[in-house]
């Protein structure tokens, strides 16, 4: 796909040292933006070798979220929120949140809302069709007595990123904001998310899956395209697991207004972030 020039705009990328991340800083850098490699390790995000200024992100930490847009000054133009786990066990963030929702979804949640006043362009978050399977129960988010299911926490951390997503535009509508929301479906991988997922999978990553360049075309496209607000990209071929960016459908559940207003709540309670946006 073509990218417009973007010398002048200011871009920053979540979990830019790797994979997706990678190539859709390279790619908006070598159209001209300014990237920031928001990365949870800066001499990673340094070996990344992608034009631009590196910035330490841990967004299982609510403080170094703070940390880093407390420190930001000037206008955003595109906000991409890529950075992505799937923990292979239960795992919790420094503020004790099951690390899958609390990396992929309320990190990423805080980080927006707080940047908000800075914001002139675009916001894009990575989600997955996993969130076809993802049931969000809030009675027991944290998964502090369900047994856990790494696929089932992965899956609701996506489906959340949608519900989020919909929320913010509805949100930013409101407010009479040009800032749109999108997000983006990359398709089937080979990143190391996958490494250690089980064979049955991680043979169908490695014989269907594509390259992170390819991956990261329905980012850019849902970053750079003339798309509405609340637009879902996803590759063209194989179920939308390769090939060229298109808009794609959701769920039912990733549509439900109700449930996304509840969400965004539930994640201002959590992350003690409150929106700028009016309900």
């Known amino acids: 796909m073509t990218?417009?020039?973007?010398?002048?705009?200011?871009?920053?990328?979540?979990?830019?040292?790797?994979?997706?991340?990678?190539?859709?800083?390279?790619?908006?850098?070598?159209?001209?933006?300014?990237?920031?490699?928001?990365?949870?390790n800066p001499e990673k995000g340094k070996a990344a070798n992608v034009p631009g200024e590196v910035r330490e992100?841990?967004?299982?930490?609510?403080?170094?979220?703070?940390?880093?847009?407390?420190?930001?000054?000037?206008?955003?133009?595109?906000?991409?929120?890529?950075?992505?786990?799937?923990?292979?066990?239960?795992?919790?963030?420094?503020?004790?949140?099951?690390?899958?929702?609390?990396?992929?979804?309320?990190?990423?949640f805080a980080l927006t809302n707080l940047l908000l006043p800075h914001l002139t362009g675009r916001v894009v978050t990575v989600s997955s069709q996993a969130e076809r399977m993802g049931r969000l129960d809030f009675e027991d988010l944290n998964w502090e007595r369900r047994?856990?299911?790494?696929?089932?926490?992965y899956n609701d951390s996506k489906l959340a990123n949608l519900l989020f997503t919909a929320e913010l535009q509805r949100r930013l509508t409101a407010a009479g904001s040009a800032v749109r929301a999108n997000a983006a479906h990359p398709g089937l991988v080979k990143t190391n998310i996958y490494d250690d997922s089980g064979s049955v999978w991680s043979l169908a990553v490695r014989l269907l899956g594509q390259d992170s360049d390819h991956g990261a075309l329905p980012v850019l496209y849902?970053?750079?395209?003339?798309?509405?607000?609340?637009?879902?990209?996803?590759?063209?071929?194989?179920?939308?697991?390769?090939?060229?960016?298109?808009?794609?459908?959701?769920?039912?559940?990733?549509?439900?207004?109700?449930?996304?207003?509840?969400?965004?709540?539930?994640?201002?309670?959590?992350?003690?972030?409150?929106?700028?946006?009016a309900a």
């Open 147 to 153: 047994p856990f299911q790494r696929s089932r926490a």
């Open 222 to 277: 849902a970053a750079v395209a003339d798309l509405p607000g609340n637009s879902f990209a996803g590759p063209k071929h194989l179920a939308h697991m390769r090939g060229a960016p298109q808009l794609i459908d959701r769920s039912a559940t990733a549509r439900d207004e109700a449930l996304g207003r509840r969400l965004w709540d539930v994640s201002e309670q959590l992350t003690g972030v409150r929106s700028p946006l």
């Open 3 to 40: 990218i417009p020039d973007l010398t002048g705009k200011t871009a920053i990328v979540t979990g830019a040292n790797g994979g997706i991340g990678q190539s859709t800083a390279r790619a908006l850098a070598s159209a001209g933006a300014h990237v920031v490699l928001a990365v949870r």
């Open 57 to 108: 992100l841990d967004l299982a930490s609510l403080d170094s979220v703070r940390a880093f847009a407390g420190g930001w000054d000037g206008p955003i133009d595109l906000l991409i929120n890529n950075a992505g786990i799937s923990s292979p066990e239960l795992a919790r963030t420094a503020d004790g949140f099951e690390a899958d929702l609390g990396v992929n979804h309320l990190g990423h």
